[in-house]
């Protein structure tokens, strides 16, 4: 069965350095997001992404926060200057369209997620 | 802007039991797609089960059934039967049935099984 998968598992950095997290989603996939989830919290939607652009982000993503699909398979989240509090699990879900006219359904999948350590 | 709200932080129930999570949500949406998702403590986001707005029915998948009242804005999920396995999070969640939208989770109620 088809998967999203999600590299690292953990990437442990110091503050202020620059990480990627990397995604690949579903094959036929069209429509990309990421979300985040802090220790003992809900998980929070960051951005989501079709057609290569952003189709809307949350108040979280700032603009330390960017994302990119740069080869057709892989789906990348950049946070380019950490702080501590972006320490948190990272998930990346897909979906594509399917169903009727009028009843379309967006079935998400998530990846098994980045645990992303702040030091 | 639609919110989501599970007033339990914790449950437990005894193995083989059945056990029922509540979840609230706010809308002005007519059409929405609610879900449970369960998350054991490798933390992976495990879809459970799937609920339609323009459906009466209340969705069922095997031991996992949900209550839907949609006047009440009232979405709780039903175990039956409760298994070891099953002790995990379990997160409601929201999506507006227009387009690709964003999931809008809970809060989270953590489910304890009792040997």
């Known amino acids: 069965e088809p998967e999203v998968t999600q590299t690292p598992s953990h990437q442990v950095t110091q503050m202020g350095q620059e990480v990627i997290l990397r995604c690949v989603p579903i094959s036929n996939h069209l429509y990309f997001y990421w979300y985040r989830q802090i220790l003992g919290q809900k998980v929070e939607f960051l951005v989501s992404f079709y057609n290569n652009e952003i189709s809307e982000k949350s108040e979280i993503f700032d603009d330390q926060f960017s994302v990119e699909r740069p080869d057709g398979s892989n789906f990348t989240l950049k946070i380019r200057s950490t702080k501590l509090e972006d320490s948190a699990m990272y998930f990346c879900?897909?979906?594509?369209?399917?169903?009727?006219?009028?009843?379309?359904?967006?079935?998400?999948?998530f990846g098994p997620g980045t645990r992303l350590t702040v030091t | 802007a639609q919110t989501v709200t599970q007033s339990q932080p914790e449950m437990s129930v005894q193995e083989a039991e059945t056990v029922t999570l509540s979840c609230t949500y706010d809308t002005s949406e007519s059409d929405y797609y609610l879900f449970w998702y369960k998350q054991p403590p490798s933390r992976q986001m495990i879809l459970v089960i799937r609920q339609e707005a323009y459906k009466q029915q209340n969705a069922t998948e095997n031991r996992f059934s949900v209550n839907f009242q949609k006047a009440a804005k009232s979405f709780s999920l039903k175990i039956s039967d409760s298994q070891l396995g099953d002790a995990a999070m379990y997160f409601c969640a929201y999506r507006s049935a227009e387009g690709a939208q964003k999931l809008v989770f809970g809060q989270g109620t953590r489910l304890t099984i009792n040997p």
């Open positions: 879900a897909s979906s594509e369209r399917f169903g009727n006219p009028g009843t379309w359904s967006y079935e998400q999948y």
